[in-house]
């Protein structure tokens, strides 16, 4: 093989080996993370931060109320609870429709 032909094969390997590590991020959907409440946390006031991080997100929704996250991704809203069991769902969507989802469920005496 000419040294012509196999510059061009490593050249090719290296472009597509890029591309590949380029694409992985929007290949694996939306990430979130989120860091408070802890699931079956019990408050005493009736008031519970909702606190995390995101990436790779278009939308954010608390219970199906926009949450927006600032430039880092992080987001953070402190909620009023009713008397009882509530059950918080967060959903997370990338521009492609995926989607990633965490529930906590918060006690108030």
Excluded: W
């Amino acid at each position: 093989m000419s040294p012509i032909r196999i510059t061009l094969i490593i050249t090719l390997i290296i472009v597509a080996g890029y591309g590949v590590i380029e694409a992985l991020p929007l290949l694996s959907g939306p990430q979130l993370t989120l860091r408070t409440p802890i699931n079956g946390t019990s408050t005493p006031n009736g008031f519970i931060r909702v606190s995390g991080h995101v990436a790779r997100v278009t939308k954010l929704t608390l219970d199906g109320a926009t949450l927006l996250s600032d430039n880092n991704g992080s987001f953070s809203k402190v909620l009023a609870l009713a008397p009882g069991t509530s059950i918080l769902t967060l959903t997370a969507s990338d521009r492609f429709g995926h989607t990633v989802t965490d529930t906590r469920t918060i006690f108030f005496p």
